[in-house]
């Protein structure tokens, strides 16, 4: 069992930022590839980004890339989603997700055993 704990959700305007926290307890940390989603209400749950388990690779989707950064410190059994240049359309629940298999890029929540459960970013206009 992995226990996964978000916290650092918000309300925050257009165009600025905020940090993401996942503490996980149970198994060891570093056996897992960790991921980021989220969920809008009335949509489905959307993949974010990924990171493997050495932290040496990242994946993210377009939507985000080149404003949203994943990493991860094994020591503190923490991942992190530092979100800059918000817009509202990323107003949505935040889950962090782990994934016991290392297979590259999965970016679907079947492919992820463990779940927080959740913090809410709202980004206002």
């Known amino acids: 069992q992995v226990q996964l704990v978000e916290s650092g959700g918000g309300l925050v305007q257009a165009g600025g930022s905020l940090r993401l926290s996942c503490a996980a307890s149970?198994?060891?940390?570093?056996?897992?590839?960790m991921g980021w989603f989220r969920q809008a209400p009335g949509k489905e749950r959307q993949f974010v980004a990924r990171v493997s388990r050495s932290g040496s690779n990242t994946y993210y989707a377009d939507s985000v890339k080149g404003r949203f950064t994943i990493s991860r410190d094994n020591a503190k059994n923490t991942v992190y989603l530092q979100m800059n240049r918000l817009k509202p359309e990323d107003t949505a629940v935040y889950y962090c997700a782990a994934d016991s298999g290392n297979y590259g890029n999965r970016a679907s929540p079947q492919d992820y055993e463990y779940w927080g459960q959740g913090t809410q970013v709202t980004v206002s206009s």
């Open positions: 149970g198994r060891t940390f570093s056996s897992y590839a």
